[in-house]
């Protein structure tokens, strides 16, 4: 596979190509400024932003790989320098942006004394009234439609770049993520028809396997050939895209499956999987994940699908030999 697609070589290209068209793009819609429709209506944004918060939990990714960095980002998970993750630290080029938090809702006094220009709030669960009280401060993006989290990750970085005055180069990061993955189908050819199900590194949620059911957030796994099972569609609730499989049916509901893949953050999330008998039994189709894999999977974002793309195929390919 890194013959034919490295990490290297996709982020030069998504580099090259990005900045070209961000500079195109800024020049064009800079005089009469842009429009971004959401959840609450529209927003317009006059001029490209030059203070911007990161109000949610995965927005600073977008930001960073369009070369705009954040005055403030907001912590998700792993503690990491500034809220971000390795994949992405060199973008913030020596900056230290303050560090939100959603613990207890949007910081919004935090926010309006940073003073910014541009709030981005996609994946900050905005409601009408924070939506008001963030508009006061600055122009602010939430999410696109009825979903508060964790919207499509294209439908983000699209809405972001588009209120960046950068929709031509996110155009380009995502064309070049959906080739890598297309190439990865192409390098391992064994993939093809193979089931996979992606599970939260833990059975520790109310004794149960979490699964991703079929949809945007397993596209990656099904761009590379895999098939993600309908059976477990059987323990899917209304309105969750996941499945809650109680351990003690795991071994009856996934017994067909090819690849367990286990998006686990450290030896000792891999040793109590291994530690369940009904888990242990499905052997090499066990595929574990180390912390900034399974990082990588859960922001799925411009910046850390590389990882993705560089470090999984190779894991799940020895699942499947």
Do not use: C
């Not at 541009?118 to 508009?135: F, H, M």
């Not at 286990?262 to 009904?278: F, G, K, N």
């Amino acid at each position: 596979m890194h013959s034919e697609w490295s990490r290297r070589g996709f982020l030069g290209l998504a580099a090259t190509t990005g900045l070209a068209a961000a500079s195109a793009a800024t020049a064009s819609a800079a005089p009469d400024g842009v429009t971004v429709t959401h959840a609450f209506g529209s927003t317009h944004i006059a001029a490209p932003p030059r203070r911007v918060v990161s109000a949610g939990f995965t927005e600073q990714d977008d930001l960073l790989a369009l070369g705009v960095v954040p005055v403030a980002t907001t912590e998700w998970f792993g503690n990491q320098p500034y809220a971000v993750w390795p994949w992405a630290q060199p973008r913030l080029g020596g900056a230290q942006p303050t560090i939100l938090s959603l613990a207890n809702g949007i910081q919004i006094d935090r926010i309006a004394a940073l003073r910014p220009d541009l709030i981005v709030a996609t994946n900050a669960g905005v409601d009408a009234k924070s939506y008001e009280r963030l508009s006061a401060i600055a122009p602010t993006i939430p999410q696109s439609g009825t979903v508060p989290f964790f919207e499509p990750w294209k439908q983000q970085a699209t809405a972001i770049a588009q209120a960046v005055f950068r929709p031509e180069a996110m155009k380009s990061q995502i064309d070049a993520i959906d080739t890598a993955f297309a190439n990865v189908a192409r390098t391992f050819p064994q993939f093809q028809g193979k089931s996979i199900a992606s599970l939260q590194g833990s059975t520790r949620w109310q004794d149960s396997a979490i699964a991703s059911r079929a949809g945007w957030k397993t596209e990656w796994l099904s761009q590379m050939g895999f098939v993600i099972p309908a059976a477990l569609d059987a323990f899917g609730r209304p309105g969750d895209d996941r499945a809650y499989i109680p351990v003690d049916q795991i071994e009856a509901a996934l017994v067909g499956v090819d690849v367990l893949l286990w998006r686990t953050e450290s030896e000792a999330d891999i040793a109590a999987l291994q530690a369940v008998p009904a888990i242990a039994a499905f052997g090499n189709r066990n595929v574990f994940t180390t912390r900034e894999q399974s990082a990588a999977i859960a922001f799925t974002s411009p910046l850390s699908f590389p990882v993705v793309v560089d470090q999984l195929p190779p894991l799940l390919a020895r699942a499947v030999s």
